[in-house]
């Protein structure tokens, strides 16, 4: 079967490039319907990465967060048509301890690998989950949903039991999904917010409180916080949560940064904090993911409240359209894609 896949050769520049795929037994060829731009893919789309990475990562089709409809499936299992939404994350082995987006041995689609900017996706069909219920312009955000499940179950895991209050530091994408999951796991808790946009932080009405970052009361305390800023402000984020948490909380931190940042260790050390890394997400996280959405209408209609623009990419041209609005986006850029 010819494929054709739009590579990202050099910043701003992206080629079609025709592939020859084998057809086999285990793998599905997926159309790819919806496509939604993450920062990870603005980061190499931009060339901010730079130029040591770029040139070891390129030529490289973008995009990890992906559904699409089933073209073919050689067993016959799926249907012609079924919806599903992709597994960016391939593990290569298996390990009864480590979960496997954090295996050194995984490679995750649109980092080292091709992402979904393609006519054609061919996928192990371990990596392909069906939904039926949400439609596809808002499962498009599974992945991102399933990142903060990846969070919870990290969270959950090593934090204390005493969950009164927990903070969640960042306005954008990462933060408002991460804000949702804790509010519909944990009813009873307090959960707040914390940014930096007091337009973006009116989109958070589920939250029991939100604040912006250089207006918060001076007694307020979390027991727990999740910091969901990455890049140049999480080190601020990072700093502020440890003057404002209990002690013997956890923080969770899920901003990527390109950057070392300093910490008040001191702090952690005299609080007995607990850092908690995460990152990505793997089958088990999109199978609650999609439980999660197809559950609560409202929890569908909170995200659909995120997309702050749909493009049709029918070309390389349109496809540049939509990486260059999203710069200028509030919120998640999503890709109709019919090319």
Request: hydrophobic share 40%; charged share 25%.
């Amino acid at each position: 079967m010819i494929n054709q896949s739009y590579r990202l050769v050099a910043p701003k520049q992206i080629r079609t490039e025709f592939i020859d795929e084998e057809i086999t037994a285990d793998c599905l060829f997926i159309r790819p319907t919806y496509l939604s731009i993450c920062a990870a893919d603005q980061r190499y789309y931009t060339g901010s990465r730079g130029k040591e990475v770029m040139d070891k990562k390129l030529p490289m089709a973008l995009i990890h967060e992906a559904v699409g409809t089933v073209l073919y499936d050689p067993s016959g299992e799926y249907e012609k048509g079924c919806n599903v939404v992709m597994i960016p994350n391939t593990p290569h082995e298996y390990s009864s301890v480590i979960k496997e987006n954090y295996l050194t041995s995984s490679r995750f689609r649109a980092s080292g690998m091709d992402g979904f900017m393609q006519s054609v996706v061919k996928i192990k069909k371990n990596r392909v989950l069906p939904f039926y219920k949400a439609s596809p312009n808002i499962a498009v955000l599974l992945e991102l949903l399933s990142v903060a499940m990846n969070a919870l179950e990290h969270f959950d895991k090593y934090s204390h039991l005493q969950k009164q209050i927990i903070g969640v530091w960042g306005d954008g994408n990462v933060g408002f999904v991460t804000s949702l999951v804790l509010k519909k796991t944990f009813p009873n808790a307090e959960i707040v917010v914390f940014g930096t946009t007091e337009q973006k932080l009116n989109y958070f009405s589920f939250a029991d409180q939100t604040y912006l970052v250089n207006h918060i009361p001076p007694d307020l305390r979390v027991d727990h916080a999740f910091e969901c800023v990455g890049g140049s402000g999480s080190e601020k984020a990072i700093n502020q949560i440890i003057d404002y948490i209990n002690p013997m909380g956890s923080i969770a931190l899920m901003g990527v940064s390109e950057n070392n940042v300093a910490i008040n260790t001191r702090m952690v050390l005299e609080k007995g904090l607990t850092l908690l890394g995460n990152s990505r997400s793997g089958l088990e996280d999109f199978e609650r993911s999609i439980a999660f959405i197809e559950e609560n209408e409202d929890v569908r209609n909170y995200l659909h409240s995120i997309i702050s623009e749909e493009v049709t990419v029918r070309s390389i041209a349109d496809m540049h359209k939509a990486f260059e609005n999203d710069l200028r986006n509030e919120f998640k850029t999503v890709m109709k894609w019919e090319i």
